[in-house]
């Protein structure tokens, strides 16, 4: 079973930019459709943004489109997240996950997720 490890989120101000990695290990994700969700306090998780197998698909939340670019590096066996000009409703913390790529629904585990708080 693939173990996934989330890393660079932070506090930064609104108008920033962060990028989210998300590594993997125990085997690779080159097969899947990779993900990033998120989950605010008192909300349920949302989907951010997702990748095809081969990266040449990708799709977004409405509220991100234009602002976020979800990437992916198959030798690297990760998927990462660039956020731009972020808003303090991007506040919450993020995961990445393997999907169904026609459908967005996650499949597999989670990892533990990086917090991203952003100031106003």
């Known amino acids: 079973q693939v173990q996934l490890v989330e890393s660079g989120g932070g506090l930064v101000q609104a108008g920033d930019s962060l990028r989210l990695s998300c590594a993997a290990s125990?085997?690779?994700?080159?097969?899947?459709?990779m993900g990033w969700f998120r989950q605010a306090p008192g909300k349920e998780r949302e989907t951010v943004a997702g990748i095809s197998s081969s990266g040449a698909r990708t799709y977004y939340a409405d509220s991100v489109k234009g602002r976020f670019t979800i990437s992916r590096d198959n030798a690297a066996n990760a998927v990462y997240l660039q956020m731009n000009s972020l808003k303090p409703e991007d506040t919450a913390v993020y995961y990445c996950a393997a999907v169904l790529y026609t459908s967005r629904a996650p499949i597999g585990s989670w990892g533990q997720g990086t917090q991203v708080t952003v100031s106003s």
């Open positions: 125990g085997r690779t994700l080159s097969t899947d459709a």
